[in-house]
C-alpha cells in the first residue's frame, strides 16, 4: 500500500500484485540467474500472464491502458527485488524498448509485434547506444541505405539491454548523411535471426549480471521499409520523448532500491550486537539512516510528480530530468552507506546489499548520465 494521492487503488492492486510475482518468481531465483548471466523465458511469459508486460498498451495488443503512474510502480517493485540485471531486463522491454513500436506504429505494424510483446514471447531491446557514441546520441554512425523497398544497414552498437537473447531490435541508425547533428536518424525494427545481424559479444560487467549486455553487429543488414518505425529521419525526436519516460521509470527502479537497501540495512543493524547494544543504538548511525530515508523520501516524490506531469502530457524535461540526475545520485550514497553499516558481512556475495551495490553504479551512467542531466536542467533554469 503506497498512501500517496498519485496512486489510485487500482494502482496499488497492482503494486501488490507485482510485489507478489517477484516475492514468488524473482526472490528465489534471482542468484541463480546472476551466475547464469540470463534471466529464463518463462519469467517474461509469466510476466506477461499477469499482464505486467502490457500495461500501457491498449486492450486490443493484450495491454490494460493504464499511464506513466503504472510504469513507476512496476519500476519501484523491480527495484525492491534486490536484482539490478532483471529489474533492467524488464523495464527495457516494457517501458525503454516497446514504446518505441507503440507510439508511432502503423495499425499493421502493432497487429504484428505487440500482442508478443504484451504476452512475453517476444523479448524486445533498444539499439541506440555505440561505442563512440553515448551520450552524445547524434555522433552516430551506425548507418542505412536505401536500396529498393530494403534499407541496408551497417554498424555496431554497444551496451545493449537484452541483446544476447532478445528477439525484437528497435535500431538508430543515420539515414540522411549529410545532415548535420541530431537530425537524419531512423528507427527500424529488427528481428533476431535477420541475415547480416549478428551479436559480436556479450559484455562482462560490474553489475546487472543476470542482464545480458551485448554488442550487436549489423553487417549489409537488409531491412524492409515496412519495418522503419515513424517518419524517416525523425528518428533522433522520437527517442528524445522517450528518454522522459525511460529516465522516470529509471528514478523509479532507484528509489525502489534504495528504499529496500534502507530497510534491509535496518534490519541488520538493529539486530547486530555491538559494544553491549546493538548497532542501532549508535547516532551516527541513527541519523545517517534517517537523513538517507528523508532522501529517498524526497526523490520518491519528485519520480511520482514527474510521472504525474509525463502522464498528463506536459512538458517535464526539467522535473525528469531532475528524477534521473538526482536518484541515480543518490542510490549510489545509500547503497555506499549501507555496505558500510553492513561491515565485512557487506563485502560478502551472499549479502543483497553488496550486490545492490554494485547494480546501482550503472544508476549515475546509464540513460543518461548525471551530468548530462543536469545540462538538461541548466537549459530549463
Ligand atoms: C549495463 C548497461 C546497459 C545499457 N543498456 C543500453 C541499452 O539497452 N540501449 C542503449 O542504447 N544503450 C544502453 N546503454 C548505454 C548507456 O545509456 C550509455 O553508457 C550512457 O548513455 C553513457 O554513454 P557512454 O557510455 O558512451 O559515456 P560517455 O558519453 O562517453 O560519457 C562518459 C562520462 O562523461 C560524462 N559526460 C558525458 N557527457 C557529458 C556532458 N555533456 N557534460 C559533462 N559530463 C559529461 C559522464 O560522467 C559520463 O558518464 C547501457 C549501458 C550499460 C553500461
Same mark, same amino acid.
Not at 55 to 81: F, I, K, N, Q
Not at 249 to 259: C, F, S
Given at each position: ?16 500484485? #507485482? ?21 529464463? @523465458? ?19 495488443? !493484450? ?21 539490478? +540485471? ?12 516497446? $514504446? ?5 506504429? /502503423? $495499425? ?11 504476452? !512475453? ?34 554498424? /555496431? ?29 531512423? #528507427? ?5 535471426? /535477420? $541475415? ?8 562482462? *560487467? ?8 551485448? %554488442? ?11 519495418? #522503419?518505425? +515513424? ?9 528524445? *520523448? ?14 525502489? %532500491?534504495?528504499?529496500?537497501?534502507? %530497510? ?7 539486530? @547486530? ?26 526523490? @520518491? ?31 549510489? *550514497? ?9 561491515? !565485512? ?6 549479502? $543483497? ?7 546501482? @553504479? #550503472? ?19
Amino acid at each position: 500500500m503506497n498512501n500517496s494521492p498519485y496512486f489510485s487503488e487500482e494502482l496499488n492492486m497492482l503494486r501488490d500484485q #507485482i510485489r507478489r510475482f517477484i516475492e514468488k518468481e524473482v526472490v528465489p531465483n534471482g542468484e541463480a540467474w546472476e551466475e547464469a548471466g540470463k534471466v529464463p @523465458r518463462d519469467v517474461f511469459t509469466k510476466m506477461g500472464q499477469l499482464g505486467i508486460l502490457g500495461m500501457r498498451y491498449p486492450e486490443a495488443y !493484450g495491454g490494460s491502458g493504464l499511464d506513466t503512474m503504472a510504469s513507476v510502480v512496476l519500476a519501484e517493485e523491480l527495484g525492491r527485488c534486490t536484482f539490478g +540485471g532483471f529489474s533492467a531486463d524488464a523495464l527495457v522491454h516494457t517501458d525503454m524498448a516497446s $514504446p518505441h513500436l507503440a507510439n508511432v506504429g /502503423t $495499425p499493421e505494424q502493432l497487429a504484428r509485434w505487440m500482442p508478443s510483446i504484451t504476452s !512475453g514471447e517476444k523479448v524486445c531491446a533498444v539499439a541506440v547506444t555505440e561505442a563512440g557514441a553515448g551520450s552524445d546520441v547524434a555522433g552516430m554512425r551506425t548507418r542505412a541505405v536505401q536500396d529498393g523497398d530494403d534499407w541496408v544497414l551497417n554498424g /555496431t552498437k554497444m551496451f545493449i539491454t537484452n541483446g544476447v537473447y532478445g528477439d525484437l531490435f528497435f535500431v538508430a541508425a543515420k539515414t540522411d548523411l549529410e545532415a548535420k547533428g541530431s537530425r537524419g536518424v531512423t #528507427i527500424f525494427a529488427v528481428e533476431k535471426g /535477420t $541475415p547480416g545481424f549478428t551479436v559480436g559479444k556479450r559484455l562482462n *560487467k560490474t553489475g546487472w549480471l543476470c542482464s545480458d549486455t551485448a %554488442e550487436l553487429i549489423f553487417d549489409n543488414v537488409r531491412v524492409p521499409s515496412e519495418n #522503419i518505425l +515513424g517518419e524517416v529521419n525523425k528518428g533522433f525526436y522520437a527517442i528524445m *520523448k522517450n528518454f522522459q519516460n525511460e529516465r522516470t521509470v529509471l528514478g523509479a527502479m532507484a528509489m525502489g %532500491e534504495a528504499a529496500k537497501a534502507i %530497510e534491509l540495512t535496518l534490519e541488520y543493524v538493529k539486530n @547486530r550486537p555491538a559494544f553491549g547494544g546493538v548497532l542501532w543504538d549508535k547516532q551516527a548511525i541513527r541519523q545517517r539512516l534517517s537523513e538517507r530515508s528523508a532522501q529517498v523520501e524526497a526523490g @520518491r516524490q519528485l519520480t511520482y510528480h514527474a510521472a504525474w506531469m509525463d502522464a498528463q502530457g506536459m512538458d517535464c524535461v526539467k522535473e525528469v530530468s531532475m528524477v534521473k540526475a538526482y536518484c541515480g545520485d543518490l542510490v549510489n *550514497k545509500v547503497l555506499y552507506d549501507c555496505v558500510q553499516f553492513h561491515g !565485512g558481512m557487506g563485502y560478502m556475495r551472499e549479502t $543483497p546489499v553488496e550486490r545492490m551495490s554494485r547494480d546501482a @553504479r #550503472i544508476q549515475a551512467i546509464g540513460g543518461g548520465a548525471t551530468e548530462v542531466m543536469l545540462e538538461e536542467i541548466a537549459k530549463r533554469l
